[in-house]
């Protein structure tokens, strides 16, 4: 499975950025759960959104709720993270990641990763 992470850039406080996630080369047991995780210089990695295959069930990190959403169109294989009103805090590398093994329900553990996109918010 290869996750393929777009739409990071360089903004100023308050923009908005929309990230993809496409998921490819599973071809048995395709239903998946997406998260999107990031990493701030110094920081560890920490949990950012994640939804259900169905899209019924998400959640977010407290730091994100009312700002960003995520989303999925499941004929696309693709996850999405709207981010609305960014902060300089938001600046960090995302990741995208799918988990496999609770057939598309949400769980705590993630198969594949993606290669992270970078994002900047300047104040």
């Known amino acids: 499975v290869q996750l393929q992470a777009s739409g990071g850039g360089l903004v100023q406080a308050g923009d908005s950025l929309r990230l993809s996630c496409a998921a490819s080369?599973?071809?048995?047991?395709?239903?998946?759960?997406g998260g999107w995780f990031r990493q701030a210089p110094g920081k560890e990695r920490e949990f950012v959104a994640a939804?259900?295959?169905?899209?019924?069930?998400?959640n977010y990190a407290d730091s994100v709720k009312g700002r960003f959403t995520i989303s999925r169109v499941n004929a696309k294989n693709t996850v999405y993270l709207q981010m609305n009103s960014l902060e300089p805090e938001d600046t960090a590398v995302y990741y995208c990641?799918?988990?496999?093994?609770?057939?598309?329900?949400?769980?705590?553990?993630?198969?594949?990763w993606g290669q992270g996109t970078q994002v900047t918010v300047s104040s």
């Open positions: 990641a799918a988990d496999y093994s609770r057939l598309g329900l949400i769980g705590t553990e993630y198969d594949y």
């Open positions: 080369g599973r071809t048995f047991i395709r239903r998946f759960a």
């Open positions: 939804i259900s295959w169905s899209g019924d069930s998400t």
